[in-house]
């Protein structure tokens, strides 16, 4: 089976930064990742799918990058309310994995 | 406005069995893919099992195969994991979800937790 390795599993920003979390797949799989955020107490909610593609209603801070085995989630300008753990998913065939995750604070 | 609805969680005792179900509506619920996703207290989302619309083609974790059965009744826009032989591990709040492809989870429902333990 795939594996999906996030890195790293945790980090923190200030408000304004860039911040970026990394997906690694252990073999390609095409563009068919998925970016979870989940706010503490809260259901996940999707972001972005197809690698790149925005979930509607989603901020445009948010960006989704990548293709093969590398994929990347990016958040250009860190804000409070982004404080949550997101997790990648690869959903091209089962199983349908998620990454263990990778939890944002802020400073 | 999607809604699932789950429910059927409770406490029950190592090896024993559950069913929980997922009413949706506020969609065609036929024409899309439905998972269930296990958070067990403290960790990360796992993935347990999907289903096409059609329910012609399922799809299982590892750690849940030959235990848990995901069916579904199109007729009743209702979702539902068969769980038997249950562990102390399956201990996790389980979400319904949906999506318009296999695997992906657009919509979420509230969770229902489910315990395992004597």
């Known amino acids: 089976d795939i594996q999906m390795t996030q890195s790293p599993s945790s980090l923190s920003g200030s408000v304004g930064d860039r911040v970026t979390i990394t997906c690694r797949a252990s073999?390609?799989?095409?563009?068919?990742v998925a970016w979870y955020q989940q706010k503490p107490g809260k259901v996940p909610k999707l972001l972005i799918y197809a690698t790149s593609t925005l979930q509607s209603g989603v901020p445009s801070r948010f960006s989704g990058s990548g293709a093969g085995t590398d994929f990347t989630l990016t958040i250009t300008s860190l804000q409070p309310e982004d404080v949550a753990t997101y997790y990648c998913q690869k959903y091209n065939s089962g199983p349908h994995t998620f990454g263990q995750g990778t939890k944002l604070e802020i400073k | 406005e999607v809604q699932l609805v789950e429910s059927g969680g409770a406490l029950v005792q190592p090896g024993g069995s559950l069913r929980l179900s997922c009413a949706a509506s506020g969609f065609t619920f036929s024409t899309y893919a439905m998972a269930w996703v296990r958070q067990a207290p403290g960790k990360g989302l796992e993935w347990v099992s999907s289903?096409?619309?059609?329910?012609?083609?399922?799809y299982y974790a590892d750690s849940v195969m030959g235990r848990f059965t995901i069916s579904r009744d199109n007729s009743k826009s209702t979702l539902y994991l068969q769980m038997n032989s249950l562990r102390s591990e399956d201990t996790a709040v389980y979400f319904c979800?949906?999506?318009?492809?296999?695997?992906?989870?657009?919509?979420w429902g509230q969770g229902s937790l489910v315990t395992v333990s004597s």
């Open positions: 979800s949906s999506g318009d492809f296999v695997g992906l989870s657009d919509s």
């Open positions: 073999q390609g799989i095409s563009n068919y």
């Open positions: 289903i096409t619309g059609s329910g012609y083609s399922t």
